[in-house]
């Protein structure tokens, strides 16, 4: 392969060579998606930069602004469970984890709750800054305190106002018109929505509700939102009465007169329970009622026949970005902007 130069990355990526030197060296001024942009040239035509020992030039950004290399990531202690068995927050993990690794960076891992600790690391200020998820209700006081030393970048989650930090989450009201999209596309005029009643409370999924509804009432079609009575982590458990719960909701809603054709079932767990319920009533998925599922968890599909089509959330790239705006903001301290980045996201067939 061809040994290229900094101005050859930098003409395929459209950019300066300055900026991609900044990339290179960990420098500010250079926006999150234009650095992602920019590694991912250089992987992929196999760049490899020089130790920062060998470059020219004066003292590094990172040498600055980075002290200990170590990044927290901290989950609320009721979320773990979810965390631990949930495929789309395992992907979100490896994207942080393997955004850091890109700059020589680890990353530390904890729970937080009014009962528990702050790891010792992250309450001795041995970390650069934090990734919280979802948020941080319920946190002592103290914790709060100590966190406010750093700065906090918070995934998949609404607003939070505890403590001052950028977002990085999926774009609920863009996941709401594609699944209508599809289904408009497939000429349902009766459509469900089915959620669990946990997700259905949170500020950002009413988002992900109402564009949906609008999306489709707007072409004359009728829209009704069914709640599952469960938790996430519920949702990724066998339990006989949870199935109960499931089915009499899903009876109820092909019970009616007019039967609906099409559903979005806003997260795979729920879709993976929803086939032989279906089909346990006299419904078949594929040809009875169109199948729109959401998250894009390749492990909780795969038993699936045929596949529902599936929104991809880009649960990786969310953590990736976490990361990369979580750097920028620690290499820029004076910056009082508050900053949403909402990953968009992409329609995968079944």
Same mark, same amino acid.
């Given at each position: 392969?061809?040994?290229?130069?900094?101005?050859?990355?930098?003409?395929?990526?459209?950019?300066?060579?300055?900026?991609?030197?900044?990339?290179?060296?960990?420098?500010?001024?250079?926006?999150?998606?234009?650095?992602?942009?920019?590694?991912? $040239?250089?992987?992929?035509?196999?760049?490899?930069?020089?130790?920062? =020992?060998?470059?020219?030039?004066?003292?590094?950004?990172?040498?600055?602004?980075?002290?200990?290399?170590?990044?927290?990531?901290?989950?609320?202690?009721? =979320?773990?469970? %979810?965390?631990?068995?949930?495929?789309?927050?395992?992907?979100?993990?490896?994207?942080?984890?393997?955004?850091?690794?890109?700059?020589?960076?680890?990353?530390?891992?904890?729970?937080?709750?009014?009962?528990?600790?702050?790891?010792?690391?992250?309450?001795?200020?041995?970390?650069?800054?934090? $990734?919280?998820?979802?948020?941080?209700?319920?946190? =002592?006081?103290?914790?709060?305190?100590?966190?406010?030393?750093?700065?906090?970048?918070?995934?998949?989650?609404?607003?939070?106002?505890?403590?001052?930090?950028?977002? $990085?989450?999926?774009?609920?009201?863009?996941?709401?018109?594609?699944?209508?999209?599809?289904?408009?596309?497939?000429?349902?005029?009766?459509?469900?929505?089915?959620?669990?009643?946990? #997700?259905?409370?949170?500020?950002?999924?009413?988002?992900?509700?109402?564009?949906?509804?609008?999306?489709?009432?707007?072409?004359?079609?009728?829209?009704?939102?069914?709640?599952?009575?469960?938790?996430?982590?519920?949702?990724?458990?066998?339990?006989?009465?949870?199935?109960?719960?499931?089915?009499?909701?899903?009876?109820?809603?092909?019970?009616?007169?007019?039967?609906?054709?099409?559903?979005?079932?806003?997260?795979?767990?729920?879709?993976?329970?929803?086939?032989?319920?279906?089909?346990?009533?006299?419904?078949?998925?594929?040809?009875?009622?169109?199948?729109?599922?959401?998250?894009?968890? %390749? =492990? #909780? #599909?795969?038993?699936?026949?045929?596949?529902?089509?599936?929104?991809?959330?880009?649960?990786?790239?969310?953590?990736?970005?976490?990361?990369?705006?979580?750097?920028?903001?620690?290499?820029?301290?004076?910056?009082?902007?508050?900053?949403?980045?909402? $990953?968009?996201?992409?329609?995968?067939?079944?």
């Amino acid at each position: 392969m061809k040994h290229m130069s900094i101005v050859e990355i930098a003409k395929i990526a459209g950019v300066s060579h300055t900026t991609v030197s900044r990339v290179m060296n960990n420098e500010g001024n250079v926006s999150p998606k234009t650095a992602m942009k920019i590694r991912a $040239i250089m992987k992929e035509v196999g760049y490899i930069p020089k130790p920062p =020992s060998m470059r020219r030039g004066p003292r590094r950004q990172r040498e600055i602004n980075f002290k200990t290399g170590n990044v927290a990531f901290l989950a609320s202690s009721e =979320s773990l469970r %979810v965390l631990s068995g949930s495929p789309v927050m395992l992907d979100v993990l490896h994207g942080i984890e393997g955004a850091l690794a890109a700059h020589g960076m680890s990353m530390v891992q904890g729970a937080i709750s009014s009962q528990r600790q702050l790891p010792p690391i992250v309450a001795r200020g041995d970390v650069d800054g934090v $990734i919280v998820w979802p948020d941080l209700n319920g946190v =002592s006081e103290e914790t709060i305190e100590i966190l406010r030393q750093y700065k906090v970048v918070y995934v998949m989650t609404a607003d939070e106002d505890r403590i001052r930090g950028d977002r $990085i989450r999926n774009n609920n009201r863009q996941i709401g018109r594609l699944a209508a999209q599809v289904l408009l596309e497939g000429g349902h005029k009766k459509v469900g929505y089915v959620t669990p009643s946990a #997700l259905a409370l949170q500020k950002n999924m009413c988002d992900r509700w109402l564009s949906f509804s609008q999306s489709l009432q707007e072409k004359g079609a009728e829209t009704e939102q069914v709640e599952i009575e469960q938790t996430p982590m519920e949702l990724l458990e066998v339990n006989t009465e949870h199935e109960v719960q499931i089915e009499k909701a899903i009876q109820d809603l092909f019970g009616k007169e007019r039967k609906p054709t099409g559903i979005f079932v806003t997260c795979d767990s729920l879709t993976a329970k929803l086939y032989p319920i279906l089909r346990s009533i006299g419904i078949e998925p594929g040809r009875d009622v169109q199948i729109v599922s959401c998250n894009h968890e %390749v =492990s #909780l #599909l795969a038993g699936l026949e045929p596949k529902p089509v599936s929104i991809d959330i880009q649960a990786e790239l969310i953590g990736k970005t976490a990361v990369e705006q979580l750097r920028w903001r620690i290499m820029h301290p004076d910056d009082e902007t508050q900053i949403t980045v909402e $990953i968009q996201p992409k329609l995968v067939k079944g």
